[in-house]
């Protein structure tokens, strides 16, 4: 049968006890230093393995658990280091491919904006070439019609000289005599137009 574990602590604390009471009770027979007799020797070496045995007992029961959380911390950090690192490491692969592709995005930016603006000088050129077209047909109408407008305006100043002309003719051609004849030549072609 196995003795209880807190047991032992206390048979411990009692053995202490009575290393540490004995130098005093042999003190008391004899005025020696205890520690120069023989027995004060034994019971330096009982009370050093005492101490040590104890030290080794605390250091036993606990020193196990305390390496093992220290074990499992350093291997915690051991496993987020590695994990931290194969995640920076991918994060720069990214970024040296991103870099790669980089020049050859440009290069088709390049390429395109050069494309968009031929593209849009040619639209440019193709509307200038409308508009000057448009401009030549409404400058061709303007001249037409100014064109017409001066025939016209040529007309009546020729009809209006004609008229003034052939009226200063015939007032100087036209005397008395004539206009009477005139006059009775009209009244003879009513009567015959209306029988």
Known sequence: MKPPKRLFPAALFLLLLAACA??????????????????????KWLNFALVFGAAGYFIAKKAPAVFRKRAEAVT???????????????QLRETEGRLARLNEE????????????AAEAERIRARAREEAAKIDRAAEAEIEAAG?????????IA???????????????????????????FLGDLARRAN
Do not use: C, H, W, Y
Not at 76 to 90: D, P
Not at 106 to 117: G, V
Not at 149 to 155: F, G, H, P, V, Y
């Open 76 to 90: 915690a950090s051991i496993t987020e280091a590695a994990t931290a690192k194969a995640e920076a490491e991918r």
């Open 22 to 43: 004995a130098p005093l009770a042999f003190g008391a027979e004899a005025e020696k230093n205890p520690a120069e007799e023989p027995i004060g020797e034994v019971f």
């Open 148 to 156: 017409r407008a001066a025939r016209m305006e040529l007309k009546a």
């Open 106 to 117: 440009i290069a088709e930016l390049r390429a395109a904006a050069q494309r968009e603006a």
């Open 159 to 185: 009809a209006r000289v004609a008229v003034e002309r052939a009226d200063a003719l015939i007032r100087q051609r036209l005397n008395r005599d004539a206009q009477s004849r005139l006059f009775q030549n």
